[in-house]
């Protein structure tokens, strides 16, 4: 529930002031008091594989963090593997991972409400994204913001894709 406060500086005496705007410069500067609650409450999901969750740990994100209805996924770097130059097989791996994950979580690609992509080169990568996109995203469509970066961590990726989606409220049974 937010916190609203009302101060009237006229009417508070000086010394009652000055405790108020302590409170509230308190209220205000405490950095992610609400969020690392929310986030705590949360389900957090960790990778499955024992050296990408290693990445994590030491970096400190997860795959995804499921708060109340929302799912929010950590950005899927795609990369191509030594020698290959196929884009369209990159990102069927990305997105099957993206699928992956989003399962773990209670939902599927139906689910998913917005799409942000970092691409390397934009104008070289869309045809191959919206080529494999279409395989696993129907109508009707989530937002998607595709955005061109100068370069990715790692360095070998050519794509990052953030999702974020809603979970399905759990089906009710009649009696």
Same mark, same amino acid.
């Given at each position: 529930?937010?916190?609203?406060?009302?101060?009237?500086?006229?009417?508070?005496?000086?010394?009652?002031?000055?405790?108020?705007?302590?409170?509230? *410069?308190?209220?205000?500067? +405490?950095?992610?008091?609400?969020?690392?609650?929310?986030? %705590?409450?949360? +389900? @957090?999901?960790?990778?499955?594989?024992?050296?990408?969750?290693?990445?994590? /740990?030491?970096?400190?994100?997860?795959?995804? @963090?499921?708060? *109340?209805?929302? $799912?929010?996924?950590?950005? =899927?770097?795609?990369?191509?593997?030594?020698?290959?130059?196929?884009?369209?097989?990159?990102?069927?791996?990305?997105?099957?991972?993206? *699928?992956? $994950?989003? %399962?773990? &979580?209670?939902? #599927?690609?139906?689910? @998913?409400?917005?799409?942000? #992509?970092?691409?390397?080169?934009?104008?070289?990568?869309? /045809? &191959?994204? @919206? #080529?494999?996109?279409?395989?696993?995203? +129907? &109508?009707?469509?989530?937002?998607?913001?595709? $955005?061109?970066?100068?370069?990715? =961590?790692?360095?070998?990726? =050519?794509? /990052? $894709?953030? =999702?974020? &989606?809603? %979970?399905?409220?759990?089906?009710?049974?009649?009696?």
């Amino acid at each position: 529930m937010p916190v609203r406060l009302r101060l009237e500086a006229a009417a508070l005496p000086m010394q009652r002031r000055a405790v108020g705007l302590a409170l509230l *410069g308190a209220l205000l500067l +405490t950095p992610g008091a609400a969020a690392g609650q929310a986030r %705590r409450q949360a +389900t @957090v999901l960790m990778s499955e594989n024992e050296g990408a969750r290693r990445g994590q /740990e030491e970096w400190g994100y997860s795959d995804a @963090v499921v708060a *109340g209805d929302s $799912i929010y996924l950590s950005g =899927i770097v795609v990369g191509l593997r030594e020698g290959e130059t196929d884009l369209a097989a990159a990102y069927d791996r990305a997105y099957r991972h993206i *699928g992956e $994950i989003l %399962r773990r &979580a209670g939902a #599927s690609w139906d689910d @998913v409400v917005d799409i942000t #992509s970092y691409h390397t080169d934009v104008t070289t990568q869309m /045809e &191959a994204i @919206v #080529s494999v996109h279409r395989r696993y995203v +129907t &109508a009707p469509f989530p937002a998607w913001t595709a $955005i061109d970066v100068d370069r990715l =961590i790692p360095d070998r990726g =050519i794509t /990052e $894709i953030k =999702i974020v &989606a809603r %979970r399905p409220a759990p089906a009710t049974t009649a009696n």
